[in-house]
């Protein structure tokens, strides 16, 4: 099980370790659980630049407001549930790293807003 919070802007957030490569030191990255982003994880360009994560490829992607765009995907390597797991990062302007569906998928994402925490099991 992992946990994280909902904060006071009631945004569900869930600490991370994120790593550059398998064999690198993990860096911890709060990320905010966007149940509406279907891919893995975007990060900040900010943070891809900081963590020098190499790119893999472009790929076509429809945005919130409806718009399509070509970015660059980045690999990096996640502890996930005890395994290291190699995922795709899409970078962004925002100022936000955002988990998406690709990485809940095949688990339970619990809420509670009262409570203000958060649960992946």
């Known amino acids: 099980m992992m946990t994280g919070q909902v904060d006071a802007f ?3 957030l869930l600490p991370i370790p994120l790593r550059a490569d398998s064999t690198s030191s993990p ?8 149940t509406g982003f279907t891919g893995d994880l975007v990060l900040p360009q900010s943070l891809v630049t900081a963590l020098q994560l190499p790119v893999v490829s472009r790929v076509d992607v429809g945005l919130a407001d409806g718009s399509e765009a070509i ?3 980045f690999a990096a390597y996640l502890d996930w549930f005890g395994e290291l ?3 795709e990062v899409i970078a962004n302007t925002g100022q ?7 990485l809940l998928a095949g ?3 619990l809420i509670d807003y ?5 649960k992946i099991e």
Request: a positive charge; one cysteine or more.
């Open 10 to 12: 009631r945004r569900p």
């Open 107 to 109: 688990h339970r994402l």
């Open 96 to 102: 936000y790293p955002l988990l998406g569906a690709g």
């Open 71 to 73: 970015l660059d995907t």
């Open 27 to 34: 860096v911890k990255v709060e990320a905010w659980i966007d």
């Open 114 to 118: 009262n409570a203000c925490s958060l």
């Open 85 to 87: 797991r190699r995922i």
